[in-house]
């Protein structure tokens, strides 16, 4: 296990580096992306002008104060909660997100599936887990929201963050095949199996 602190954007050997039960923390740039954000670009045509490529994005439709755009608050809104959401909703954006935009991170809470775990291996990409319930803790992380597009969404516009010291997040997916979610699925059906054969119950 190996710690690694990333300045954004990253490279494909940078992600490549990163097994399962390591840990990452960023700096720089982070992207906030959520349900509708995605469905607009992938379903619906629309792009985006920010470069993606080697970012990372976060799963999250934040809580934001609307303020006067000033230098601190340059996109006009203040964070004030951003917490991160279920990711499975999102499986299918996994592939699309790294093939067209470069993406090469994921973050947020409950994992992927095989698709994205196939996606992670091909393009070099990597799943970076949080605890749910940590939104208040995320929020310190975030020095600024820098700028926000495709906002008639709001909040699941697609937003520009500024973090500092934003982790450590785990690595619970890699791009060698490796998954913390499929290691802890086997580890409670194996222990499932002992405790039914002490039993005597055939399973």
């Keep these: 296990m190996a710690h690694y602190d990333f300045n954004m954007p990253v490279t494909e050997g940078e992600v490549r580096k990163l097994r399962v039960n390591d840990t990452v923390t960023l700096n720089g740039t ?3 992306i959520r349900d509708a ?3 607009h670009m992938f379903d619906h045509g629309r ?9 990372a994005v976060i799963h999250t439709a934040p809580n934001v104060r609307k303020v006067k755009a000033t230098d601190l608050f340059p996109a006009g809104y203040a964070p004030l909660c951003i917490g991160t959401t ?3 909703r999102m499986e299918r954006f996994t592939r699309p997100l790294m093939e067209q935009y470069g993406v090469r991170i994921v973050i947020g809470k ?4 095989d698709a994205s775990q196939a996606a992670f291996k091909d393009l070099g990409g990597v799943y970076l887990a949080i ?3 940590a939104a208040a803790l995320e929020t310190t992380w975030i020095e600024q929201i820098e700028d926000v597009d495709l906002d008639d969404l709001n909040p699941e516009s ?3 963050f500024r973090v500092k010291g934003f982790g450590p997040l785990l690595v619970a997916m890699d791009s060698h095949g490796g998954s913390l979610y499929s290691q802890v699925n086997k580890a409670a059906l194996d222990k499932r199996a002992a405790a039914l054969a002490a039993l005597g119950v055939k399973s």
Excluded: E, M, P
């Excluded at 409950?110 to 599936?113: D, I, P, R, T, V």
């Design 47 to 55: 792009t985006t002008r920010f470069d993606l490529r080697g970012h």
């Design 158 to 160: 697609l937003w520009k």
């Design 86 to 88: 279920t990711s499975a």
């Design 37 to 39: 954000t995605q469905i």
């Design 110 to 113: 409950g994992g992927l599936f």
């Design 131 to 133: 605890i749910g319930g």
């Design 30 to 32: 982070l992207y906030g």
